[in-house]
């Protein structure tokens, strides 16, 4: 089949004179087609390896954060058992204390947590599992999630160790 140009049809790298679409072979072996350079396929390569460290960082960063998180949020969770406890008991409790019977006030509890408690006063300490593992602590006193261990006169009891 033979075809004329149209006069509004201008060849390009990716048509031939007739205005059709080349075949993937002239493509890439005329001298028209595609070209790169090595400067440009470095460039792309870098560019490419650079966006997979970002997102590696990214993730790491999310997985981290979700992980301290989760240990934060398990010291809140004890905070409202111990508060279920003591009006319970008339104490608080230990993580056995907390979690035995047919109404635990601690429902599900992590290998990384250790409570020691007395009628007036409790010291939770749990460690985080992300990368870095920084371990947290809450007391009765306080209430609150801190990041350095309380001694035993600013806690009321002495802390547990992990």
Not at 39 to 60: F, M
Not at 82 to 109: C, F, M, R
Not at 126 to 152: C, E, F, N, Q
Request: with cysteine; hydrophobic share 35%; glycine share 10%.
């Amino acid at each position: 089949m033979l075809f004329k140009t149209h006069p509004d049809v201008t060849p390009g790298p990716d048509t031939n004179d007739l205005g059709e679409p080349q075949s993937a072979h002239a493509l890439l072996t005329d001298k028209r087609g595609l070209s790169t350079s090595i400067a440009e396929s470095l460039g792309s390569i870098g560019l490419g390896v650079l966006l997979l460290v970002g997102l590696t960082v990214g993730i790491g960063a999310a997985w981290n954060y979700g992980q301290d998180s989760t240990a934060k949020s398990t010291l809140d969770s004890v905070k409202s058992a111990q508060v279920l406890q003591k009006a319970k008991t008339g104490s608080y409790g230990t993580v056995e204390n907390l979690t035995d019977g047919a109404d635990p006030a601690l429902t599900s509890v992590s290998d990384d947590l250790k409570i020691t408690a007395s009628e007036t006063d409790y010291c939770a300490v749990v460690k985080s599992r992300s990368m870095t593992g920084p371990t947290y602590w809450m007391t009765a006193k306080t209430g609150k999630v801190l990041d350095a261990a309380p001694s035993a006169a600013e806690a009321g009891v002495t802390c547990p160790t992990i």
